[in-house]
């Protein structure tokens, strides 16, 4: 009976066991009738792309906020009480919220569609015998389909033969190098990366030939398995979203609480209930921050453009944030944390070592002596030592692939470890194509995983045979070695063990070199030719290495409180020297695991692992997953980067998902929230920076704008309570809380960033939005604020019997007092207060926050000297005398600043409360 697709593990059963599973010949393929029923069953070989939703909602749940309830609401209630005037101020604000919030979230998730278009490709297959080319989406379980170099493969697929058969799925598994494919059954237990007669949808051949049943198809290949869980995905909100949401709750809570109670005290107190509601509405109001979500809005954009000059593009405002409150970051390995090209850094020849400089497959380095060589200990070809020589050589003419430059970008046409094995040559002025040409070669034998080794014989004076291969299959088949001066000795076999052990201990993959003289009459080689009678020539160990902006960069994050761990579908011998070269450990040693270990554990081991692990490798996809949720269960903010499709749902999963711009997958670019567009891992650093200065300007905004609102709010409230006039109306309110506040606060979001930030550890992940020292800070301006609006409207109407005039000197004393605490908030208050006090022998230069304030007073001048804002805002135009007396609470308000700023010590406002 036709099994369900994923219902076996495929690569555990005989290919005669999965043809009759399947209902297949392994020989001849499906019939054409079995091919159209099962198309009927199984749909297209595509994935599933789930509708996304329609443009309407996803404008509207731009306004499923808290604070936007509020002020929608509050809205409503001025358009039922006829005043249209504050209604459009108050629904204009809410929509301009969500029209920028929709335009920087609008980008719809693309990731499915992606990899929908991963395995759209041609492919050929056999069907009742016969050789057919189709596309891939009409392939059905049991096709039996062929594979050579080049082809993208269509679907997951049991391999039935396999002739040199090796295929790149690094964007898989993390695998940096192609894996070398059999077609002997497997344990059940074998790891994803490590499933050697399997071929993968989206993988590349790269070398070779074979033949594969097809065992799954869609949505229920490996890809197709990753592709639905992003799918479902749920898309988490970050740090600040959270902490916003919770805020606005609690605020909305209290705002309801005290319009009610007023409302109802008053009416108990026989006031009228015309006179109580608008006491009420002027409450809400006048506590509603109504110019925050801009404000938070604005300054998230202008950190998207501060990244973006930085090279960190963000798909989401809130990702800002997020960034820099990181207390992890996660980040995949190959082509992350390394250049994702294989590159020799050691050759070992005529008893020598020698270290080779540069990275990828540019020619550009040298061969010498050590570390930190000279130019005087390299070499180049004319004077190289001769096993030096010929165990190059022998690197560059038994190979079959070539390096291609593209303007300064070096990239390889076949097998990445062959590429590396020419750049090396290179390095030594030995090119590949005068070498091919000079010496040409006769005949081949290709690589085979049974003999371990690669073989060409060449036309020279005499002709000769090269050998590449493992350490091992060489080994067995030399007797002697070649030394420097290029004599013949006996091979000494321990010496090349030790220098093998050497390499592999620095996690480099080690290839052995030999070459064999043979007479003229040779035209071809078998593999009875070299059996024996080799000369061993060398080593040449290669590693892909980790790019040196990146070390920099570990670091910089390391000294920034963040832990960095590395989570890869690689060896764990090579991650661990990885990590090692670039400082990713906790202790004097790398704490590195296996994906099979971590398999093996129950959620509580695998907490306590995440927290000592410094390497996760031979890590699935799913693990990936399974060790980003784990994280943010014991309370971090997690980032992930990475750039293969294997990393597409961790990115998605995490706080804050982080991808390279040039070289990252389709997929891993879609499912992220932050794209590093110049493939730096250093902009990461950059980023955490400005995550953290927009947090820091966040704060500072916060401690600006509330306490406008406790002083209002307390003055409505009290007022009402003792039944007297209201000293500020609903109106009046509205322009402090939105135009007076806006043109003072948006300078807060230019601020730089403060001296020390990336010292500083993260901010604890469950801190407030508020926290303790900064709700002191407002309640006590709050107060300051209260009292000043009180009393000035108190003593003015005492004075001048005007009430319009008394409303608008309360009005305008504030905002006076509240240039002197903008200032005392920000980096040009502190910089005055350096210069005035002689530790500073410059002021900061803040031309943003100078005229924003500049700003805030031509506007208040207009407020109130201009006749139809006066009909409008029911204010009064003041004499000079009455200008003079508003102005005098900036003096109180200078040491009030000061001893506000020492109750928040020991850190500035902007700053972590940790």
Known sequence: MLIEARSLSFHEYSIVDIAQQLETDPKSGLSVEDVARRYETYGRNELPVKPGKPVWLKFLLQFNQPLLYILLLAGAVKAFLGSWTNAAVI??????????????????????????????????????????????????????????????????????????????????????????????????????????????????????????????????????????????????????????????????????????????????????????????????????????????????????????????????????????????????????????????????????????????????????????????????????????????????????????????????????????????????????????????????????????????????????????????????????????????????????????????????????????TVGDRHHSIDHDDIQSGLVFLGLQGMIDPPRPEAIAAVHACQSAGIWVKMITGDHIA???????????????????????????????????????????????????????????????????????????PALKQADIGITMGKNGTEVAREAADMLLTDDNFASIEAAVEEGRTVYQNLRKAIAFLLPVNGGESMTILISALLARDLPILSLQVLWLNMINSLTMTVPLAFEPKSKGLMQQPPRPPGESLLTGRLLRRILAVSLFNWILIFGMFEWAKATTGDIAVARTMAIQALVAARIIYLLSISQLGVSLLQFLSRQSASIANAPILISGILGAVVLQVVFSQWGLMNTLFETAPLTWSQWLICLLPMVPMVPYAIFVNQIDSPRRIGESNR
């Open 91 to 516: 629904w204009g604000v809410t929509v301009l919220n969500a029209i920028i919030g929709y335009v920087q979230e609008a980008k719809a998730e693309g990731a499915i569609a992606s990899l929908a278009k991963a395995v759209a490709t041609e492919t050929t297959v056999l069907r009742g015998g016969q050789m057919l080319r189709v596309q891939s989406q009409d392939l059905v379980p049991g096709d039996l389909v062929l594979l050579s170099s080049g082809d993208k493969v269509p679907a997951d697929l049991r391999l039935v033969k396999s002739r040199n058969l090796q295929i790149d799925e690094s964007a898989l598994t993390g695998e940096s190098v192609p894996v070398e494919k059999s077609t002997a059954s497997l344990p059940k237990e074998t790891p994803l990366a490590e499933r050697t007669n399997m071929a993968y949808a989206s993988s590349f051949v790269t070398f070779g030939q074979g033949t594969g049943l097809v065992v799954a198809t869609a949505g229920a290949t490996e890809v197709g398995q990753i592709s639905q869980s992003m799918e479902q995905r749920v898309n988490l909100t970050t740090p600040l979203t959270r902490k916003f949401a919770a805020f606005s709750r609690t605020l909305l809570y209290c705002i309801l609480t005290l319009a009610t109670l007023t409302f109802a005290i008053g009416l108990g107190q026989g006031e009228s209930w015309e006179y109580m509601f608008e006491a009420a509405v002027a409450l809400a109001v006048s506590a509603i921050p109504e110019g925050l979500p801009a404000v938070v809005t604005i300054t998230l954009a202008i950190g998207v453009n501060r990244m973006a000059r930085r090279h960190a593009i963000i798909r989401k405002l809130p990702a800002v944030e997020a960034l820099g409150s990181a207390t992890v970051i996660c980040s995949d390995k190959t082509g992350t944390l390394t250049e994702n090209q294989m590159t020799v850094q050691a050759i070992y020849a005529g008893d020598q070592t020698y270290q080779v400089s540069g990275s990828g497959y540019s020619p550009k380095g040298d061969i010498g002596l050590g570390a930190g060589d000279t130019p005087e200990n390299c070499f180049l070809a004319d004077r190289l030592p001769d096993a030096l020589r010929e165990c190059l050589v022998a690197g560059v003419l038994c190979n079959d692939s070539q390096l291609k430059q593209t303007g300064d970008y070096w990239t390889v046409v076949g097998d990445p470890t062959e590429g590396a094995l020419i750049a090396a040559a290179a390095k030594a002025d030995l090119n590949q194509a005068s070498m091919t040409s000079s010496v040409p070669r006769l005949d081949s034998i290709p690589f085979e995983s049974e003999y371990q080794y690669m073989a060409t014989l060449h036309d020279a004076l005499p002709r000769v045979v090269y050998v590449k291969g493992s350490v091992e299959a060489l080994l067995q088949r030399c007797s002697d070695t070649m030394t420097e001066s290029g004599q013949l000795k006996p091979l000494d076999r321990s010496a090349i063990e030790q220098a093998v052990g050497a390499m592999t201990a620095k996690g480099l993959r080690v290839l052995a070199f030999a070459r064999k």
């Open 574 to 648: 090579t991650a661990r020297a990885i990590a090692h070269r670039m400082g990713i450990q906790q202790s004097s040693e790398v704490a590195a695991f296996e994906g099979r270990q971590l398999a093996a554990m129950d959620d509580a081991q695998l907490a306590q692992t995440v927290t000592d692990g410094d390497v996760f490798a031979r890590v699935a996809p799913a693990q990936k997953l399974r060790l980003v949720e784990t994280l943010q269960l014991k309370g971090n903010i997690v980032a992930m980067t990475g750039d293969g499709v294997n990393d597409a």
